[in-house]
C-alpha cells in the first residue's frame, strides 16, 4: 500500500485494519465467532472467501510487472476494504482466538485481562503495521531496477501464497 499509494492513502487502510482487527477481537472475546465459525458452511464460506482473496492479492501483486506495489487502482482501497479483508482473513482470527483464549495470567480477573491484552495487542499492532507502511514509501522512494522490484514482488507474492496454504492446513487441522 505505501509504494502503491504513498503514506496517506495507506493510513486510512491501516485504521481499517486496525479496525477490522479489533472487530474480530470483539467477536473472538464474546463468542459471536465461535458460534458463527462453528457452523460448518458459514467456515467454509468464510474459509473460500478468504483463499480466494488471498490468491487475488498474490496474483495482483505478482503481475504487478516491475514496479513494487498491487496493480494501480483508480483509487486506493479505503476504510471498507480494510474492513472487509479483516472480517475475512483467518490469520486475525487465529491470532485473536490464541490471544484472548490461552495464556491466561490473571484468570481470577477475566475483564482486566482481556482489556489488558487489548491494549498490549495494539501497542505493538500500531506501530508494527505504521512501520510497514512507512517502508513501502521508503522502498518507491529508493527507485530501485526493474529486476530487483520484480523480485520483491515475487518474494511478496510468495508470502502471501503461504499465508493461504497455511490457512488450509489450519483450517483442515481443525475438522
Known amino acids: 500500500m505505501g509504494a502503491a499509494y504513498g503514506f496517506r492513502p495507506t493510513l486510512r487502510y491501516v485504521f481499517g485494519l486496525w479496525a477490522g482487527n479489533n ?3 470483539l ?12 457452523v460448518p458452511v458459514v467456515r467454509n464460506v468464510l474459509l473460500v472467501a478468504s483463499v480466494v482473496y488471498l490468491l ?10 516491475t514496479r ?11 476504510i471498507a476494504a480494510a474492513l472487509m479483508l479483516q472480517a ?13 483464549t490461552g ?31 512507512w517502508a513501502g514509501v521508503t522502498l518507491e522512494r529508493l527507485n530501485l531496477g526493474v529486476r530487483h522490484q520484480f523480485h520483491i514482488n ?10 493461504v496454504i497455511l490457512a488450509l492446513l489450519s483450517s483442515f487441522g481443525a475438522n
Not at 27 to 38: H, M, P, S
Not at 106 to 126: G, H, M, Q, R, Y
Not at 154 to 163: D, E, I, S, W, Y
Open 23 to 25: 472487530l474480530v477481537a
Open 27 to 38: 467477536a473472538v472475546i464474546t463468542g459471536v465467532a465461535a458460534i458463527v465459525l462453528g
Open 56 to 65: 487475488y492479492l498474490a496474483a495482483r501483486i505478482a503481475f504487478a510487472g
Open 68 to 78: 513494487v506495489a498491487f496493480i494501480e487502482a483508480k483509487r486506493p482501497p479505503g
Open 88 to 100: 475475512i482473513n483467518p490469520k486475525a482470527y487465529a491470532v485473536n482466538t490464541t490471544l484472548f
Open 103 to 133: 495464556f491466561a495470567y490473571a484468570p481470577d480477573n477475566l475483564v482486566w485481562e482481556t482489556a489488558s491484552k487489548l491494549v498490549i495487542f495494539n501497542l505493538f499492532w500500531i506501530p508494527i503495521h505504521l512501520a510497514w507502511a
Open 154 to 163: 515475487v518474494v511478496m507474492a510468495l508470502a502471501m501464497l503461504g499465508v
